[in-house]
């Protein structure tokens, strides 16, 4: 199946002096599943595609004979991320909570799946489902040991994340 493309042209933006990221991250939110972005713009954005990966698209580049690049980014389907500290080797229990944290706003979801861990045991697997990839709240779960695996359902619209508890709660 062909992916679609959905175009942004940020040349104009930047001549401007604009700040183009929140018009792509609205942009990217915007897109149906399946569907790609093609961003246009006067340089390669390096730091764009790092952000990109974390909500599930791949970059092909393109320079153009201007002298301008287009960047396509394309979804992965179902790629899941990790935690640095989970191995093939780790145990996972089937969660013993779980929760749809789909109609709240961030910060509520962070603040409820951080809260959560907190009464949980060590080893203890929380689920949650999300409406965005909590890109904010890994770095957190990283610092306090705990381990993490997600990605987007089938449909694209759901983030599906599961947390092995680390430490023993004080």
């Known amino acids: 199946m062909a992916i679609e493309f959905k175009e942004l042209d940020v040349r104009e933006m930047l001549a401007t002096g604009i700040e183009p990221f929140p018009a792509i991250m609205s942009a990217t939110d915007e897109l149906r599943p399946g569907q790609g972005l093609l961003l246009i713009a006067p340089f390669q954005p390096k730091p764009l595609y790092s952000v990109m990966e974390r909500k599930g698209f791949r970059h092909e580049v393109t320079a153009l004979d201007t002298g301008d690049f287009e960047v396509r980014f394309r979804p992965v389907a179902a790629e899941i991320v ?20 789909t109609e709240l706003e961030p910060p509520q979801p962070m603040v409820r799946i951080l809260g959560e861990l907190e009464t949980m045991g060590a080893g203890e697997v ?3 489902v999300l409406a965005r990839e909590p890109v904010f709240l890994f770095p957190e779960l ?5 381990k993490w695996a997600g990605n987007y359902d089938k449909s694209g619209e759901a983030f599906r994340l599961l947390i092995k508890r680390g430490m023993e709660p004080k």
């Open 82 to 101: 990790t935690s640095s500290n989970v191995s093939e080797d780790d145990d996972w229990p089937e969660p013993s909570r779980s929760f749809d944290l």
């Open 126 to 128: 929380l689920f949650v």
């Open 142 to 146: 990283t610092r306090r040991g705990h």
